[in-house]
């Protein structure tokens, strides 16, 4: 894990609103994280005193991925999200 500091001139490039900015950030890293939740295989419902416990079979191939935060971050950074602001008018409360 690579950890650098970005520069508030990058960020503020996609919008000079930064709280915008960690909103669409925010909420990209959300939909990172309900795609990857959604790829991954459940496990089979079975109770725990009809099933020995057995190690070999919980460890399961490990793939380190990037964080969310920082995948959304590089998209916003990278210009590859796109937002569209409200009117006041279009706000229902």
Same mark, same amino acid.
């Given at each position: 894990?690579?950890? +650098?500091?970005? %520069?508030?001139?990058?960020?503020? +490039?996609?919008?000079?609103?930064?709280?915008?900015? /960690?909103? /669409? &950030?925010?909420?990209? &890293?959300?939909?990172?994280?309900?795609?990857? /939740? &959604?790829?991954?295989?459940?496990?089979?419902?079975?109770?725990?005193?009809?099933?020995?416990?057995?190690?070999?079979?919980?460890?399961?191939?490990?793939?380190?991925?990037?964080? %969310?935060?920082?995948?959304? /971050?590089?998209?916003?950074?990278?210009?590859?999200?796109?937002?569209?602001?409200?009117?006041?008018?279009?706000? +229902?409360?």
């Amino acid at each position: 894990m690579k950890l +650098k500091a970005i %520069p508030f001139s990058e960020i503020s +490039k996609q919008s000079s609103n930064i709280y915008k900015n /960690v909103v /669409v &950030a925010s909420r990209r &890293a959300k939909q990172v994280i309900t795609d990857r /939740v &959604a790829t991954r295989k459940p496990y089979e419902d079975i109770a725990d005193e009809d099933y020995p416990f057995n190690e070999e079979i919980i460890q399961e191939e490990y793939i380190e991925l990037e964080k %969310p935060i920082v995948v959304a /971050v590089e998209e916003l950074l990278r210009g590859e999200l796109e937002w569209f602001d409200k009117l006041p008018e279009e706000i +229902k409360i």
